[in-house]
């Protein structure tokens, strides 16, 4: 039989209001237990709570009758006074009452298996508890919503239409079918193949809106990346001072940056060094740098003829910041543009002592994020899982458009295979630990 579980749905602590959820089959008799009658379903009913022959709390009473729920079970809501010892007291009370308290995640686990949402739909659950950017919150309700299920239910079609025609060539050689019938379902899987392939260049948007836009700073020691960072963020993230080789690990901090998350990185001054600390720090920088979204090399400007040399290091799209240029030479800083922007980079100019030039940086750098981030189409991916599992059907779809001609059979198979690999994303089919890791994710009473 299946457990009737509780959890407290609000923040724990001191608040004026606590939400404490209850859901299965033993819903009904608990709220007639604690409330001496059966509230309207789907109706808030003001009631005193009573256990043990003691009042515990008046409070608002919300009960659904299954399937019409969240749960898709009975469940019920107490709104509570938010004081500890009144949620503790209902706790308890619900405990004594045979009702076991609720893993995290198992509320919308409950709601995936009853039908209520599907897998991808629910991981969107916990992205919106999570969302800290207006960004996130739109990407994680469109996700509730069903936005990422859709993409992957056309693609199902497509396979399902393209395995109906290999099956039939298979199945049915001898009856009096449409020459080619195997070749019928080539023109599907092509599409399919076009969208897969978008789709994966495309992977890592929606788990960099997710996750947070990665910005490393780098360059040579005494360039100015910890001055430039503690503006970006606007506190003292990092500590700024003139002796060369201060930071000597990655300074992460997070900021808002166009409505999008980002986590901007201070790192180590490059440069060759005998020092065993320093250079590990080095190290540190150059791995940050090379998983990063966007690089930023900070150059004193000043010194701007005799810097670290960049031409081994950058690559297209890297932006190059010219630093100092209140007391740099303008002839130098106007070279320095010409022959860097040659190279694919984009060159600013700045002086962290100008709150101006501090302004027009960032307000560059939230041009660039939402310019990235932002895209007309749904993001195929959220989460590793999602492109681990479009990798692998792509896989399948490439090998099965080369067996068409061949081996019909085999190309059928790979065919199949490709849509268990999209259907486990939605959690059509999905081995039970993958359904533990992704509840697990969520906190208690959701």
């Known amino acids: 039989m299946v457990d009737t579980i509780f959890a407290l749905a609000t923040a724990a602590g001191r608040a004026a209001v606590a939400v404490v959820r209850v859901s299965g089959p033993e819903t009904v008799s608990v709220v007639e237990a604690l409330t ?12 005193t709570l009573r256990h043990g022959g ?8 919300l009960r659904f009758e299954g399937p019409a729920s969240y749960t898709g079970e009975d469940s019920v809501e107490f709104h509570v006074h938010g004081g500890r010892a009144v949620v503790e007291a209902l706790m308890v009370a619900l405990s004594e009452l045979g009702l076991r308290l609720a ?7 409950r709601a995936f298996e009853n039908g209520k949402l599907d897998l991808a739909q629910a991981e969107g659950v916990a992205d919106l508890i999570d969302a800290e950017t207006e960004a996130q919150r739109r990407q994680a309700l469109g996700q509730v919503g069903g936005a990422l299920s859709q993409r992957y239910d056309r693609w199902r079609d497509l396979l399902i239409q393209s395995l ?7 199945d049915f050689p001898d009856e009096d079918l449409p020459e080619e019938v195997a070749e019928r379902a080539r023109p599907g899987l092509r599409i399919l193949s076009a969208e897969l392939d978008a789709a994966l260049a495309d992977v890592s948007r929606g788990r960099r809106v997710r996750d947070g836009f990665r910005i490393a700073l780098v360059g040579a020691p005494n360039a100015g990346k910890s001055t430039l ?3 970006l963020v606007e506190r003292d993230a990092a500590i700024v001072t003139d002796t060369p080789g201060t930071t000597r690990d990655v300074i992460e901090a997070p900021l808002v940056l166009g409505g999008y998350k980002v986590l901007i990185a201070d790192t180590a001054g490059l440069r060759e060094t005998a020092d065993a600390i ?3 720090g080095v190290r540190r920088a150059r791995a940050w740098a090379e998983e990063a979204d ?9 010194h701007v003829k005799h810097t670290v040399k960049l031409e081994e290091a950058v690559r297209p799209g890297d932006w190059l910041v010219l630093n100092k240029t209140d007391i740099a030479d303008a002839a130098a800083l106007d070279e320095a543009t010409a022959r860097w922007a040659g190279e694919g980079l984009k060159v600013v100019r700045l002086s962290a002592r100008s709150a101006d030039a501090l302004a027009e940086v960032r307000e560059a750098l939230s041009i660039y994020v939402a310019e990235v981030l932002s895209g007309a189409d749904f993001p195929a991916a959220t989460r590793l899982r999602h492109a681990e599992r479009l990798v692998e059907a792509q896989g399948y779809v490439r090998r099965a458009l080369s067996d068409v001609g061949l081996e019909v059979e085999l190309a059928a198979e790979d065919v199949r295979l490709a849509a268990r690999a999209l259907e486990k994303i939605t959690g059509r089919v999905d081995p039970e630990d993958v359904l533990g890791r992704v509840f697990s994710t969520f906190c208690i009473g959701k």
């Open 36 to 47: 001496g009658g059966r509230p309207k379903a789907r109706t808030a009913a003001l009631r």
């Open 54 to 61: 003691a009042d515990l709390d008046e409070a608002l009473v």
């Open 103 to 109: 893993e995290p995640g198992e509320f919308t686990r």
């Open 164 to 170: 109906a025609m290999l099956e039939a060539a298979v």
């Open 229 to 231: 960072l503690n503006a």
């Open 278 to 280: 320093e250079a590990e």
């Open 294 to 302: 966007l690089r930023l090399w900070v150059i004193d400007g000043f």
